[in-house]
């Protein structure tokens, strides 16, 4: 007789698990005959013993295999890229459309907030009427006609790995580089790609504070996805500060749009986003070397096509028509917005991003548990990035929130956050 009890228990032990044993498993995930408890003892024998790659592979392919599994008929590349999740990160906003320009198509399947970080889904539900749930009929016709089209999980792509990804989040089991690489690969391989490109971020805030770590998590991810056929590439990118100027749902929206219409307040980020989008072009044959791949991409951007690109997207699953040209029109706005001050002048010299995004969190900008509703307007902009000045003419950002005891209570986590030297 087979028991769910018998392969948490050889996990825990230090044992290596069949393909069968991992299968019937992740079944029992799926049909909901395993309860949550059993699943979270599951993850935790997991982050503690460990899997080898045959293990990987076969806890990627069973929850790959658990629902739906994309086929496209498309006339170019079927291309994506995945961040590890950070502060301040919504290069997956401005890069899906800028490839989409580029002659790729980009089914992003996405997901929400874990722990501090945020979730492109959260972003996207700032913006009115946006259906990140749509069916796959439309879904498949978004990214047909638009070449871009970034979604949730539906119910039929990976369900096993939709109940695994709230449960980590409560059981202390996120970091595990063995889930990680099962989680982010059992969409993306569903999702029918061609090539895959993954930001694996390092830092204090990113879920792999080393870069050991974070190395580590890059193989595993790379090892896998090619194995099962798709052409991946990893970069490990640092998550030692906010990537963005803004960390808040709404607020890292209007930076995105910000960006796509040609203004770039973190050079950082834009960086990020061109660096990845490049190794996407040159995975899917499109561009022979990075600086062509450079070349496409910023003509993409400065000629208003990835722009458009996004604005047919947004159109197309349901948000405003002219959200592009007037995002401040349709985007949440916190009650009361106050500028941030250091306690002295000086540089910044260190920020602890865990703890900006967990002060966004205590705003209502992220969730304690999988069900918790989230404020989209509140949040942090304008902050300061390392190396930069702040005095009497430069706060450390801009707090929204929408209460004074919400926003002195941020205010100071932020000052707390940042180290300011002579």
Not at 126 to 139: A, K, N, V, W
Request: net charge negative; glycine share 10%.
């Amino acid at each position: 007789m087979w028991l769910a009890q018998e392969v948490i228990r050889r996990k825990r032990d230090g044992g290596v698990l069949g393909s069968e044993d991992i299968r019937r498993f992740v079944a029992g995930i799926t049909d909901a005959s395993l309860t949550d408890g059993q699943v979270a003892a599951f993850a935790m024998a997991v982050l503690l013993k460990g899997m080898n790659i045959d293990e990987r592979i076969a806890l990627t392919a069973a929850m790959r295999d658990s629902g739906q599994v994309l086929q496209w008929r498309l006339p170019g590349p079927v291309v994506d890229k995945h961040s590890t999740g950070g502060v301040g990160d919504f290069v997956s906003l401005v890069l899906a459309p800028l490839l989409a320009a580029c002659g790729c198509y980009v089914p992003m399947i996405s997901g929400r907030a874990l722990g501090h970080t945020g979730g492109t889904l959260d972003k996207l539900d700032s913006i009115p009427g946006y259906d990140c749930q749509p069916s796959l009929e439309r879904f498949r016709a978004v990214v047909a006609e638009v070449g871009c089209a970034i979604i949730g999980q539906t119910a039929q792509l990976a369900p096993a790995d939709k109940r695994l990804y709230s449960i980590r989040d409560l059981t202390a089991t996120v970091e595990s580089i063995d889930l990680i690489t099962a989680s982010i690969l059992a969409k993306k391989l569903a999702a029918g790609l061609d090539v895959l490109v993954m930001d694996v971020k390092t830092g204090n805030g990113a879920f792999m504070a080393q870069a050991q770590d974070a190395e580590d998590l890059a193989q595993s991810i790379v090892m896998v996805a090619n194995g099962a056929g798709v052409k991946t590439t990893a970069r490990v990118t640092d998550m030692n500060q906010p990537l963005a100027r803004s960390a808040g749902n709404a607020l890292e929206v209007a930076e995105a749009v910000a960006l796509l219409g040609g203004e770039v307040r973190s050079p950082r980020l834009w960086e990020v986003t061109l660096m990845l989008a490049a190794q996407g072009l040159l995975l899917a044959g499109l561009a022979p070397t990075e600086a062509h791949a450079r070349e496409q991409l910023l003509e993409a951007w400065q000629s208003g096509a990835a722009m458009c690109r996004f604005a047919q997207m947004v159109g197309a699953l349901g948000g405003p028509l002219d959200f592009a040209r007037a995002p401040q029109d349709y985007l949440p706005v916190a009650a009361i917005s106050i500028p941030v001050w250091a306690h002295h002048s000086g540089v910044v010299v260190a920020v602890d991003t865990r703890e900006v995004g967990m002060a966004v969190v205590a705003l209502g900008g992220g969730r304690s548990h999988p069900h918790d509703r989230i404020d989209l307007a509140v949040g942090f902009s304008a902050l300061r990035f390392i190396g930069e000045p702040v005095d009497a003419h430069h706060p450390l950002g801009w707090v929204h929130g929408q209460t004074a005891e919400a926003v002195e209570l941020a205010a100071g986590a932020l000052r707390a956050a940042y180290r300011i030297g002579g």
